[in-house]
C-alpha cells in the first residue's frame, strides 16, 4: 500500500514539473515582439512602363515614431525587390511641422504614413 501511494505521489511531483517547463517556454516566446510601429501599402504602377502594379510598402519601425526608421519597399509582380530606401522617420515631417512639439510631429507623421501612396502623389524616393 505504502508503495502505491509513493508512486502516485513521484507521478504527481512529475507532472507539475513538466507543466512548469511548458509554460516557461511560452512566457519566453511571447516576449519577442515586432518593432513596426506604422505600416501602410498599396499597389502601383511605379518603375516599369508596361503598367504593372508593384507593391510599395512604407514601415515605421523602433521604439517611437519620432525616434524610428523609416523604409520604402517596392516590389514588383514576380516578387523581386525593385527598390528599398531607409531613413529616419523625421525625415518624412513637412516643413511647417519642423518647429512644432513631439505629440503634433507625431501624429503628423502618422498623417504622412497614412496618405503615403494616395493617387495623384509623386512618389520620388524610386530616383
Known sequence: MKFKVLIAVA???ISCSNDKKQTEQTKQAVAFKSDILLERSAKRPL?????????CTLTISGKTVLEGTATIKVIDAEGEEVSCKTFPAKELIHEEYKTANSALQEA???EVVESYFDEGKDLAFLE
Do not use: A, G, T, Y
Open 108 to 110: 503628423h507623421i502618422r
Open 47 to 55: 518603375s516599369k512602363p508596361n503598367n504593372e502594379k508593384e507593391e
Open 11 to 13: 507521478v504527481l511531483f
